[in-house]
């Protein structure tokens, strides 16, 4: 019987480190920002230029 117990408080605890995990406050390196075109500003993007 323990040894469910045991199993149960192991898998909760995986559980737990995964989802805290995902869930850290980790930022993601972002990206450049581009100087993007609005509709109806006049500017025309470059195709090309992603």
């Given at each position: 019987?323990?040894?469910?117990?045991?199993?149960a408080?192991?898998?909760?605890?995986?559980?737990?480190f995964?989802?805290?995990?995902?869930?850290?406050?980790?930022r993601?390196?972002?990206e450049?920002?581009?100087?993007?075109?609005?509709?109806?500003?006049?500017?025309?993007?470059?195709?090309?230029q992603?």
């Amino acid at each position: 019987m323990w040894l469910l117990v045991l199993e149960a408080l192991a898998a909760l605890a995986l559980l737990v480190f995964i989802v805290a995990w995902t869930m850290s406050g980790r930022r993601r390196v972002q990206e450049p920002s581009t100087d993007e075109a609005t509709p109806g500003d006049g500017k025309v993007r470059d195709p090309e230029q992603r």
